[in-house]
């Protein structure tokens, strides 16, 4: 039984892109070529207990040989453990699981089942880069689930593992492939999709998920799990963005992309480097399509509706949507053209390259701070981010619209901040007060989060006002400023009383 750690990073792309793949020069190169057909059964409990505990069982036939692997989630993207041994036939092995989480969670008595079957064709080649040794496997296959009616659903992705060497290499090889077919990070396993084919639910909107920290983890380490998941939270919600226009997922995709931003601010005295920053103003310029497109889905949604509940005998507010509707087709349209740009794909890979082996990682400069455990880091920075917003939030009702959206932002890191490290605290009396201080949080940022969007409805009727378009839809822009005016002394009264409610609350990591 071994345990190591796989290095490896998938991609994803079309099945007319593999046979390209294989006439790159540097496949064709390769110091060893072949081919092989995989057929690998997935079991867990009928409660799905391992799945629950972020661990894959599997059980693959190679040649007339049976290997049983045993993998953990880990970060979900990059590295993640792995423990892997031969068996004798294809059923589960429990004496080959000693030593493995499994110990902790099934007992000798607990049945597992065959939950879905993956069968791959793959090829492989052991491609030298750089000072690196890494295998390229090209998959193409499908995975069932005869438990769920036969579902179906089909694989096509590239995994690149390093064998030796460096990561950096790994990142250079897939520029490399990406320069000759449109390749993106692949960021769910064989396993997760053939847990979602078992279980009837398909691909769907993702929220957030908990980061998977450990309290023994180091700044640097914690730093990447919290990028990882965020760019995990980013492709998903990408991938259904990618096929339909669905507000939701716009949402999603935005909110993770100022997670991740976030984390670049909240780590910024241990990443921030040139090739960093660079990555930074080149995420915050190419994703401004998003923006304009949900600042339009919120005021379409919300503010419009509620402007016809309260004049309903007023016919500018349609021509007033009407116009709207055709800058939110225009601003969905900027959208799909940026995700399925080559400079997009690009900018996540570099992304992820950076994360895992840009130049802050050899900076000696910032190797103590690599190295401080990932409490003490935690800890500085919440407390840092709780003072500023507690500072600027002071006599919140007065404040100008620019101050108050100073407190916003200042809010939304310290929100973000609770929420990324919120599995270094795992004790009940933390879990508590974690709650109670995201809820009081939570209030704040609803109550400025309206506030902002008042201020977006405002820009929006003027630019109606300044584009001279029909008598009827200005006035009926200037009717809906004036409505929203209202309304900014109720939000102001509330956030005010929001923000002395969180700067009461106990802080968790304390």
Same mark, same amino acid.
């Not at 609770?418 to 004790?427: H, K, Q, S, T, V």
């Given at each position: 039984?071994?345990? #190591? ?15 390209r793949?294989?006439?790159? #020069? ?7 070529? $072949? ?18 505990? $972020? ?18 989630? $880990? ?5 993640? @453990? ?9 059923? @589960? ?5 000693? *030593? ?10 607990d ?46 992705e590239?995994? +690149?593992?390093?064998k ?12 490399? +492939? ?14 997760e /999709? ?7 639910? #398909? ?22 799990s ?11 919600n ?11 997922a ?25 090739q ?14 998003? $923006?304009?497109a ?6 379409l949604?919300?503010?419009l509706?509620?402007e ?6 007023e ?5 007033l ?37 840009? #130049?802050?990682?050899? *900076? ?26 507690? /500072? ?17 932002? =200042? ?12 599995? +270094?605290y ?14 009081a +949080? ?7 989060? =309206? ?17 001279r ?16 005016e ?25």
């Amino acid at each position: 039984m071994t345990e #190591p750690r796989e290095i490896e990073l998938k991609l994803e792309c079309e099945p007319s892109d593999l046979a390209r793949l294989r006439a790159h #020069p540097l496949l064709q190169e390769a110091a060893e070529q $072949g081919e092989a057909d995989l057929t690998s059964i997935y079991f867990d409990t009928a409660e799905q207990r391992l799945r629950e505990a $972020g661990l894959g069982l599997r059980l693959r036939k190679i040649g007339d040989r049976y290997v049983q692997t045993l993998k953990a989630e $880990g970060d979900g993207l990059f590295s993640r @453990p792995e423990w892997e041994q031969e068996v004798s036939d294809p059923r @589960p092995d429990f004496a080959a699981l000693t *030593d493995t989480p499994v110990d902790k969670i099934l007992g000798r008595n607990d049945e597992l089942q065959s939950l879905f079957t993956t069968s791959v064709k793959r090829q492989t080649y052991l491609v030298e880069e750089g000072s690196s040794r890494i295998e390229v496997a090209l998959d193409s296959g499908r995975i069932e689930a005869p438990i769920a009616g036969n579902r179906v659903t089909s694989i096509c992705e590239i995994e +690149l593992e390093l064998k030796q060497g460096s990561a950096g290499d790994i990142f250079a090889l897939s520029r490399a +492939l990406a320069a000759l077919v449109p390749l993106r990070l692949g960021v769910r396993s064989k396993a997760e /999709r053939g847990y979602n084919l078992a279980s009837g639910k #398909p691909d769907r909107v993702r929220k957030a998920e908990p980061v998977p920290l450990l309290e023994d983890m180091n700044a640097a380490e914690t730093f990447q799990s919290v990028a990882h998941a965020c760019l995990r939270h980013m492709r998903l919600n990408e991938d259904i963005l990618l096929q339909s226009r669905n507000a939701d997922a716009l949402h999603q995709t935005r909110v993770a992309i100022r997670r991740l931003r976030s984390a670049f601010s909240l780590f910024s005295d241990l990443v921030e480097d040139a090739q960093g920053m660079r990555i930074r103003d080149e995420l915050k310029r190419l994703t401004e399509p998003l $923006g304009q497109a949900r600042n339009l889905d919120v005021f379409l949604a919300k503010t419009l509706p509620a402007e016809r509940e309260r004049h309903p005998d007023e016919v500018g507010l349609l021509n007033l949507e009407t116009q709207l509707e055709d800058q939110r087709t225009k601003a969905y349209d900027a959208v799909q053209s940026l995700l399925h740009s080559a400079e997009w794909r690009a900018l996540v890979l570099d992304l992820v390259a950076w994360i895992n082996a840009g #130049p802050w990682l050899q *900076d000696e400069g910032r190797a103590a701070l690599r190295e401080e455990s990932a409490r003490d880091f935690a800890a500085r920075e919440l407390d840092r981010r709780r003072r500023q917003v507690k /500072r600027r939030g002071r006599h919140l009702d007065d404040l100008s619209p620019e101050d108050r959206h100073k407190v916003r932002i =200042a809010a939304k890191k310290l929100r973000y901040g609770a929420e990324f490290f919120a599995g +270094l605290y795992p004790d009940k009396k933390a879990v508590k007060r974690h709650a109670t201080f995201v809820k009081a +949080l939570s209030e704040l940022q609803d109550q400025l989060g =309206a506030l902002n969007d008042i201020a977006t409805g405002h820009e929006l009727a003027r630019d109606i006002a300044d584009a001279r378009t029909g008598a009827s839809a200005v006035f009926a822009a200037g009717l809906t400023a004036a409505d929203l005016e209202a309304r900014t002394r109720k939000l102001l009264a509330a956030a005010a009383e929001a923000h002395e409610d969180l700067v009461d609350a106990k802080r968790f990591w304390r």
